[in-house]
């Protein structure tokens, strides 16, 4: 079993047994006796499988179990205690297990909510709060089932519940916020280096565009989604001007994978204010790092890139040769882009694919009709490369894989989820049961580049209840944070960076670190076994811990997060300084 699925099956338990006991405490306050002792049956033997589920978990780390054997172990303990010796004893009115039964429900229903609304990691304030609101529960169901509990019992009450309320609240801190976003850096800026060799203009505007033979709403760089395609080689210094004719909501340009200075990043509010209509602003980079990438808005970025601010950017090492296509993959007004292509192809032509994800979850991409190679993924060339065919591949959200081949005489047809985007020809092979590649176990290995690490973080990926401009809201959370309340990571130039990136969460997590590409170490703590495989984006599935590391080699306030972004919008965002 997964820890993912560990984590699932340890959840349908705790609501089962939550369940369980509470429904039995209704029903034998109700005296139906045969449904009360069966219920607390299935509920005593649903609290006991956690003590199987809770021990896996917190071998396979203590990140996934820290609140479960913090909190929900000894308030199980404490439900079986009180419910089971009397539930035996319950030869007489059945009424008289209603309360301890009550009690199990609101102990196990109260550790459930820790794990739900507050994950990780466990504090004292949560367990006593949770104590607290335990106790109320029982007391005010004692008094409602018009039981007299003896003075003594009802004070001990009170004083327990008052204590764990008083000190829990004063536990439950908000963590520290960001210190003060620095807006200028001073650092080496792009625009002193040299006249520009590539230049292109950019305007955002509204627009009106045909997907799948239906007018969509959008908002488009040049009218066109995706937007224009700029390419560069090599050794171009590039200038992109960027107008807003009318996002209201603001626009930026954020080089996804590239990793450009500070200064050129697109990020509002952290290395520009984002561009509001009638303004403009001037990107200006050197590309030194040939491969494929995208760009994409950064303001308000989950609208903003589902709307279809986004593009792909090239940059070839030299004169193009062969057949050079990029397909980049987006989702615009439910409708899949890009339509549907089919060319002719020379046999023998050298043939690169190059396969972008611009949408927020996974796809699955097949190439049929061909063996190939994985030459690079996320801009960065893969070592000793072995042919494959038959095999799908799953990049993440906003990944970029690099497929090549040499056409054959018959037909290909690269399909993405099942969906025929580019064909040489009539092509009918079902790719559904493919295996799926492992980047980590791809290619040839090389030591690693770096024989110590200067720092280390953990960033514990879940979901949990945050107030944000005092408003609640569901967040998706860092360490148990949300954006702006996640403590930014420092680091000093030239540092080693270790980052342990742990999904207790039930949903898959694409992480995505700007201006810098990180070498994955291990996985479940299995190492990378591959051709060293330096990413930009990779997705964090439920119970995974991906260790990665870093050169910190590019001065500035970067953003780290989660690039569906959706979940970045909902707290997932945290920043890095390199000083
Ligand atoms: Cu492609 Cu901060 O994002
Ligand atoms: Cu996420």
New binding site residues.
């Given amino acids: 079993m997964t820890t993912g699925s560990l984590l699932a099956a340890d959840l349908v338990i705790a609501v089962l047994a939550a369940g369980g006991w509470l429904g039995g405490g209704a029903a034998s306050a109700a005296r139906r006796r045969p449904l009360a002792l069966g219920l607390a049956a299935f509920a005593l033997l649903a609290t006991l499988a956690r003590a199987i589920t809770i021990t896996a978990l917190a071998r396979a780390g203590w990140w996934f179990a820290a609140e479960k054997v913090l909190i929900a172990a000894p308030l199980s303990l404490a439900a079986v205690a009180v419910a089971g010796p009397r539930l035996l004893r319950a030869a007489g009115d059945i009424r008289s297990v209603a309360v301890p039964l009550l009690f199990a429900g609101y102990a196990t229903s109260g550790a459930l909510l820790v794990t739900v609304l507050h994950g990780y990691p466990a504090s004292a304030g949560a367990g006593l709060l949770t104590v607290a609101g335990v106790v109320a529960a029982t007391a005010v169901s004692w008094r409602a089932l018009g039981a007299r509990p003896s003075r003594t019992v009802s004070r001990a009450t009170l004083v327990v519940a008052v204590a764990a309320l008083v000190t829990g609240t004063g536990l439950t801190a908000v963590p520290d916020g960001v210190p003060d976003v620095p807006h200028d850096h001073g650092y080496r800026d792009a625009r002193t280096v040299s006249e520009p060799t590539r230049r292109f203009t950019l305007t955002a505007g509204t627009a009106t565009v045909r997907v799948g033979g239906r007018d969509v709403a959008a908002w488009a760089f040049d009218a066109q989604v995706p937007g224009p395609e700029l390419t560069a080689t090599v050794g171009d210094v590039v200038e992109v001007t960027l107008r807003n004719r009318d996002i209201g909501r603001g626009v930026t340009l ?1 080089w ?1 994978g590239y990793d450009v200075p500070n200064s050129q990043d697109g ?1 509002p509010g952290v290395t520009q204010a984002a561009v509001l209509p009638g303004q403009e602003f001037v990107y200006r980079f050197r590309a030194d790092q040939a491969g494929t990438y995208w760009y ?1 808005t ?1 303001s308000v ?1 989950d609208i903003g890139v589902r709307m279809g601010l986004y593009g792909v950017l090239v940059v070839r090492p030299g004169p193009m040769t062969g057949l050079d296509v990029t397909v980049p993959v987006h989702t615009l007004a439910g409708r899949p882009l890009p339509a549907p292509r089919t060319e002719r192809v020379e046999t023998g032509t050298p043939v690169r694919l190059r396969l972008i994800n611009t949408d927020s979850t996974t796809h699955r991409y097949a190439l049929a009709g061909t063996a190939f190679r994985v030459a690079a993924i996320d801009g960065f060339d893969l070592r000793g490369p072995t042919s494959l065919v038959d095999t799908a591949v799953l990049i993440p959200a ?1 990944g970029r894989y690099d497929l090549v081949f040499n056409a054959p005489a018959t037909p290909v047809a690269l399909f993405v989820d099942g969906r025929v985007v580019y064909s040489t020809g009539e092509v009918s092979t079902a790719t559904t049961a493919w295996p799926v590649l492992d980047p980590l176990r791809y290619g040839v290995a090389s030591p690693a580049p770096w024989s110590r690490i200067d720092r280390e973080f953990t960033l514990v990926l879940d979901r949990g209840l945050d107030l944000h401009e005092l408003l609640p809201r569901y967040a998706h959370t860092v360490n148990g944070a949300a954006d702006p309340d996640i403590p930014t990571q420092v680091v000093r130039l030239g540092d080693i960076v270790r980052f342990t990136i742990v999904n207790r969460s039930q949903i898959v997590h694409p992480w ?1 670190l ?1 201006g810098h590409h990180v070498l994955v170490l291990s996985r479940d703590g299995k190492p990378a076994a591959g051709s060293p495989l330096w990413l930009d984006s990779f997705d964090v599935r439920p119970g995974e811990v991906w260790e990665v590391a870093f050169r910190a080699d590019n001065p500035g306030m970067w ?1 780290n ?1 989660c ?1 569906n972004l959706a979940h ?1 919008d909902a707290g997932m965002t945290l920043h890095l300084m390199v000083s």
Avoid: F, L
Wanted: net charge neutral; glycine share 8%.
């Fill in positions: 954020h996804h990020v994409h950064h970025s906003g995505h700007h953003a997060h690039h970045a």
